[in-house]
């Protein structure tokens, strides 16, 4: 969650650029009490009947959907990974830049 803040931080001043966390599995009030104590400051949406779960077939967590911007799915990421590496922020401003 550290990776996601600060890639979240660093394009937050970009109207382009969208981050949706969902949390399904896990307590609510719990989260938010976490993301509060730890500073995190990206938005958490709750999803108690697993709906967007059941509807992009999660299989564990975190998984990770990056979506051009016409809404088309392009890469799914299975488990953790480093959301503000060099490589990922420079892949993530391609795709923002894209005509």
Do not use: C
């Not at 938005?43 to 077939?57: E, H, I, M, N, V």
């Amino acid at each position: 969650m550290p990776s996601i803040e600060r890639l979240y931080r660093y394009f937050s001043g970009n109207p382009k650029f969208k981050l949706i966390t969902i949390l399904y599995k896990d307590d609510g009030d719990r989260a938010f009490r976490y993301m509060n104590e730890n500073g995190y400051t990206f938005q958490l949406y709750l999803d108690p009947k697993r709906s967007a779960a059941q509807q992009f077939r999660i299989t564990g967590v975190p998984e990770t959907f990056i979506f051009d911007k016409k809404g088309i799915l392009i890469n799914k990421v299975i488990g953790p990974l480093e959301w503000d590496s060099p490589h990922i922020i420079e892949t993530l401003n391609n795709l923002i830049n894209e005509h």
